[in-house]
């Protein structure tokens, strides 16, 4: 299987068979969904109706990515999200009915990492996986180089910055932007956080 963190799945790599844990309490569209995603090329291994069994099942299989509705018996998503990202397990795309911006705060805060507004179709889901996957892979590689969680999170504050301005000067996405940061620091042997703060000072001292 190939390595999520390299190469986030869209519409032009189905082939790379993500496997897949889908939660939703309604059965009905709990089917839906795994058919979708599974003619869609994403291998589904579980598909269960509330937050216990997703929880349970995600920390069994150890998937590569979880597609879990907000509100669901026993444990609801959210909660349910907390702890499979507390575990470091995988990334989270949220399904909802509601446009809700503290819904979507207190999501982010669980550790989704997209969402996805109800109905929806695999092509509002592709994006939303592409971006679940990369957002996920950088939190892993900053994880690795950061062990302190305050440093952690201004270091991310800086990358999201620096990646903001990467996308402008270089007409390219969120994973991409990213990914030049983390092929830099590579290659120069330098940490992430000092090649974000570089590009930031970089566009002050051009005045923009």
Known sequence: MSETSDIPVDSTTPAQRLKVVVAEDEALIRMDLAEMLGEAGYDVVAAVGDGEQA??????????????????????????AAQIGEDGIAPIVMLTAFSDKDLVERASDAGVMAYVLKPF?????????????????????????VTDLGERLETRKRLDRAKGILMKRLDVDEAEAFRWIQKTA???????????????????DSGA
């Open 186 to 204: 590579m290659d120069r042997r330098l940490g992430m956080r000092e090649v974000a703060d570089a590009v930031i000072d970089g566009m002050s």
């Open 55 to 80: 929880v349970a099942q995600a920390k069994e299989l150890r998937p590569d990515l979880v597609v879990m509705d907000v509100k669901m018996p026993v444990l609801d998503g959210i909660s349910a």
């Open 121 to 145: 179709t695999i092509d509002d889901l592709r994006p939303a996986i592409s971006v679940a996957t990369s957002r996920w892979a950088e939190r892993q590689a900053l994880r690795q180089e």
